[in-house]
């Protein structure tokens, strides 16, 4: 395969890394779910936006308030009574009004999980008794966890306790009858105000603050997490099988496709790829978003050395999207969408903006995204093949010159054993057909022998007094005898 041709095939899939930063040019890395913004970014515009519409929302309450006051001057002296029907539509349309704006804002700003009101036909969902036994468990584990670390803190740890059970007990009257991008919203800030509080305390110390805000973060989000990962008033369940179904319908892409530089025939780089794969679907398994992130991170770093195996060298970040694509493809992860999602309204931003985490996760939501988008010309495709395999009435040829060298020579292999074991056979036939002939000769010659010289058995010879009879009355034997000279 030539270099212009695996160009050619990497054309749908390579992303250039400056793609992967804010599209504000802060530097920070963006995501799919902010518009390109990081989090700094999206939040600052977000607030922008919105004030803009409270302004615009009070200027279009004004007018319209003129215009029915306009109106009710007018009709004042034609009507004995003044009415109350004007003031009532104009409250009607004011508040219709707002609604639409306020609702075209926040689909702009929100376009993984639309703003919904709950179901109306509202099924609880009853976990097993085993599973809530599991995170009550989990969840008390956390708590005791927490306390302990937080003693080595001395007072400020009992402050940072006291601010995470009060915000723990204000989110949980928060959950009914607001949005989870509000939601999430109530968590960053508590995030930056902590962030900000313990940064003054430690005097600037920016390890020790993350220290802290991991273990705060923790805390939190386990005792958060029932309600607000994948909550139904969002679409990320219907989003989660939406990805399910496109990745089982991909089944048929191939790794020369994806261009991706693994070789599956090294045992090292199977293993790595087994563990890529697991690590991408234990994610799901986890509560908190650090933890979450760190599966990814754990996934990317064997894809690295996959690579690295494969290749004898280090690999390249050109190369590491591919082969995330292809783990994805895959694994196909339970519930990939609401893990990215939960990841992305709850974490702390400061590790989604900056470090490997932030770097893995930007690429894991470029890859869902890829999939989400995937064609014919991605792939170097005719759209008529690519129909045919995406419906199934086709399947694609592997392309493996190497492999079906391999084969050939294992084939030639094959026939030349078979040869040399015709003759193997041939001669164990010749020297068994030797053996019995050579056995019925011997046996010709030993009768031949037998017929010319018979034996003959003659009787055993008597003894010479055998016919004595008197034998019991003759004298013992004389004894010798020696005499003393």
């Not at 999980?113 to 956390?142: F, N, W």
Request: aromatic share 8%; hydrophobic share 30%.
């Amino acid at each position: 395969m030539t270099k212009m041709s695996q160009k050619s095939e990497r054309r749908g899939i390579r992303v250039d890394q400056s793609e992967l930063l804010c599209t504000k040019g802060c530097g920070y890395y963006g995501n799919p779910a902010w518009q390109g913004f990081c989090s700094k970014c999206w939040r600052e515009e977000y607030h922008h936006v919105r004030q803009k519409q409270i302004k615009e929302d009070w200027a279009l309450a004004e007018r319209l308030q003129r215009e029915e006051e306009a109106a009710y001057a007018s009709s004042q002296g034609a009507q004995s009574q003044p009415s109350l029907t004007p003031f009532s539509k104009f409250e009607e349309k004011k508040s219709n009004e707002k609604t639409r704006k306020v609702t075209t804002v926040k689909k702009f700003f929100s376009p993984s999980s639309r703003i919904g009101s709950k179901k109306e036909s509202h099924e609880t969902k009853a976990p097993s008794p085993s599973i809530s036994r599991q995170a009550s468990i989990e969840t008390d584990q956390v708590s005791r966890d927490f306390i302990d670390f937080l003693k080595s803190l001395h007072k400020p740890g009992r402050e940072i306790h006291k601010q995470c059970r009060a915000f723990i007990e204000t989110m949980a009257t928060k959950e009914d009858h607001q949005s989870v991008e509000e939601l999430s919203e109530c968590v960053q800030d508590f995030y930056q105000n902590m962030s900000d509080r313990l940064l003054t305390h430690f005097k600037g110390s920016s390890e020790r603050v993350e220290r802290v805000m991991d273990q705060v973060e923790k805390y939190i989000m386990t005792r958060l997490y029932k309600n607000v990962f994948c909550p139904e008033i969002t679409d990320d369940e219907k989003k989660d099988l939406a990805v399910q179904k496109r990745i089982r319908a991909l089944h048929w892409v191939t790794i020369q496709m994806l261009c991706v530089p693994v070789d599956e025939e090294i045992p090292e780089v199977s293993d790595m790829v087994v563990k890529a794969i697991t690590d991408i679907i234990e994610m799901d398994s986890k509560r908190v978003p650090r933890d979450k992130l760190a599966c990814i991170t754990k996934c990317s770093k064997d894809i690295f050395n996959a690579i690295k195996i494969t290749r004898n060298e280090p690999a390249s970040a050109d190369d590491f999207l591919p082969t995330l694509i292809y783990i994805v493809l895959k694994a196909n992860p339970p519930r990939l969408q609401s893990n990215i999602q939960y990841i992305t309204r709850f974490c702390n931003p400061s590790r989604l903006m900056t470090g490997e985490d932030g770097y893995y996760f930007t690429n894991l939501c470029c890859a869902v995204a890829f999939i989400e988008k995937l064609d014919a010309q991605s792939l170097n495709l005719s759209p008529e093949d690519f129909e045919r395999y995406m419906t199934g009435q086709a399947s694609p040829c592997r392309q493996d010159p190497e492999g079906l060298s391999q084969v050939y020579q294992s084939l030639e292999l094959l026939s030349g054993l078979g040869e040399r074991q015709e003759r193997v056979l041939d001669g164990a036939r010749m020297l068994e057909s030797d053996l019995i002939d050579w056995q019925d000769g011997v046996a010709r010659e030993v009768q031949d022998i037998l017929d010319k010289y018979p034996l003959e058995i003659r009787p055993p010879a008597s003894a010479i007094d055998s016919d004595n009879v008197e034998n019991d009355r003759l004298p013992p034997p004389l004894l010798p005898q020696v005499f003393a000279g």
